[in-house]
């Protein structure tokens, strides 16, 4: 028999300590959002699926959770992503012309785990920039998210860049590749050279230069100078010069940090992103902390096509790599009634003190505090002294 307090595989409990420090970073990360100008957005936990899934791709699909709804009989969907919701709320709801920021945090699930080490809960914040299609929308997005890691105590981080405009001109140039763009993109991110080596055997239409085209992709990973490499070696589109010409942007622009370039790695965005992609590293996680990127067109479902690009994180993932959460510093009192004590209570707490009061004939363990202070009784008044 099962036992009840047993949680299902890839959930987990919050507790006390850890708890307050996700809450902690919850406050800090949206009020930083607030000084840019990004206004909070809450969408439903739940949606409609056709809704909650729009414009997509497929990948989000496997990652969603479904169920029937009991009012209207169609399917909904437990949200495994906030930003087609975010993106709706801009092109239906506020129906603005100008740019909007936007920002947001609440719970998402995945119907399975990301990988060995995910969780299928995730805690995501993240903040978007709709209506300018231009590189200083993703300059500010990117710098947003680099400060976003540093205020939680984050040190060394590092930007990932790429841009799949790169792939998608090679495959628009090739008619034959079209066809097998899915697999082309999983093979480029494992970088798997005989693949696609056995891809060009099995395809004898896709053109040779395309080929070479998309085995110079997996070799062009590391420092900025990957931007020049890939000017040389890659075929000469309009479509490489511009993307090139936005990741050089993005760096001069940036000076401060740490970027590297992996033009073959597509993720799962090959089909969703439209711009620059960027993840964010740092030692101490195991994969990226932070991931983003343009998905210009997004908002066409939901009857406006708008320039689009953000990125989110997940709190829960972030705070289990820092150190362990400083305890807070509490005052212990006494239990009572008596007006000078209560009185003395709300003043301190008024002043932002915590006040921990013990019951009578109980022990308070406490996880989060350190009762390093005591309110007592002296010469007819509360006072508060340190404990000895």
């Known amino acids: 028999m099962m036992s009840n307090w047993l949680l299902p595989e890839s959930l987990a409990d919050i507790l006390p300590a850890e708890a307050r420090r996700i809450e902690e970073l919850r406050r800090n990360l949206l009020d930083l959002y607030r000084t840019y100008g990004f206004e909070l957005v809450a969408p439903p ?21 479904k169920l029937v709804d009991q009012l209207s009989g169609r399917t909904l ?22 740019v909007t920021r936007l920002c947001y945090c609440g719970s998402v699930l995945h119907a399975r785990p990301a990988g060995l080490l995910s969780d299928r809960e995730l805690l995501q914040i993240g903040a978007e920039l709709f209506g300018h299609a231009g590189v200083e929308a993703d300059i500010e997005i990117i710098h947003l998210a680099l400060e976003s890691v540093r205020r939680a105590g984050v040190k060394n981080a590092r930007v990932d860049l790429n841009h799949p405009g790169v792939l998608r001109s090679i495959v628009n140039e090739d008619p034959a590749l079209a066809a097998v763009a899915d697999e082309v993109c999983d093979l480029l991110s494992t970088k798997d050279v005989p693949g696609l080596v056995e891809l060009g055997k099995r395809l004898p239409e896709v053109r040779e230069s395309s080929l070479k085209a998309l085995r110079d992709l997996t070799s062009l990973y ?166 000895k």
């Open 222 to 387: 590391g420092g900025t100078e990957v931007i020049s490499r890939a000017l040389h070696v890659l075929p000469s589109l309009p479509a490489v010069q511009s993307a090139m010409a936005d990741l050089q942007a993005l760096i001069d622009a940036l000076p401060e940090f740490d970027f590297s370039i992996d033009l073959a790695d597509m993720g799962s965005g090959y089909g969703y992103h439209s711009g620059v992609v960027f993840s964010i590293y740092a030692e101490g996680w195991h994969d990226a902390l932070v991931k983003g990127g343009r998905y210009d067109g997004i908002g066409k479902a939901f009857g406006r096509s708008r320039p689009a690009t953000g990125f989110s994180l997940d709190l829960r993932k972030l705070s289990s790599g820092l150190p362990a959460a400083p305890l807070a510093r509490a005052i212990r009192a006494p239990w009572g009634t008596d007006p000078a004590l209560v009185q003395a209570l709300q003043a301190l707490r008024s002043a932002g003190e915590i006040v921990v009061q013990a019951l009578p004939g109980q022990v308070h363990d406490v996880d989060e505090f350190t009762l390093d202070r005591e309110l007592v009784l002296e010469n007819g008044t509360w006072q508060t002294r340190a404990v």
């Open 77 to 98: 969907g437990v949200r495994a992503d906030m930003t087609p919701q975010v993106s709706r709320i801009d092109a239906h709801l506020l129906n603005r012309e100008g």
């Open 45 to 65: 936990l739940v949606e409609y699926i056709d809704s909650l899934l729009s414009g997509t791709g497929g990948d989000l699909n496997l990652r969603t959770c």
